[in-house]
Nanobody, 111 residues
Framework: QVQFVESGGGLVQPGGSLRLSCTNS???????VAWHRQAPGKQRELVAT????????SYTDSVKGRFTVSTDNAKNTVYLQMNDLRPDDTAVYYC?????WGQGTLVTVSS
């Protein structure tokens, strides 16, 4: 099965950085992993995707140039490096593949 566990969230000041991790602790490997986020009172939105076998990535426009998604296949972990964070990046961040979702990790950007 596939089981995602996210970590790395926290409180950071505007302009700061965080790195989120998404580890698949299940026995079934997946090729495509996505990061989504849901801000308070807003719909969940797709942030970034990665194809773990090729390293091909994509990003929503609001995070291009600031966020980087990467994979360490030996650790079965996908990362989301977030730089130059802004208050409107505040959200619960989830990783997912297909219908499998992690529990989320909260990122709060505030001074």
């Amino acid at each position: 099965q596939v089981q995602f566990v996210e970590s790395g969230g926290g409180l950071v000041q505007p302009g700061g950085s965080l790195r989120l991790s998404c580890t698949n602790s299940g026995s079934l490997k997946v090729a495509n992993v996505a990061w989504h986020r849901q801000a308070p009172g807003k719909q969940r939105e797709l942030v970034a995707t990665i194809i773990r076998t090729t390293g091909v990535t994509s990003y929503t426009d609001s995070v291009k140039g600031r966020f980087t998604v990467s994979t360490d296949n030996a650790k079965n972990t996908v990362y989301l490096q977030m730089n130059d964070l802004r208050p409107d990046d505040t959200a619960v961040y989830y990783c997912n593949s297909g219908r499998i979702w992690g529990q989320g990790t909260l990122v709060t950007v505030s001074s």
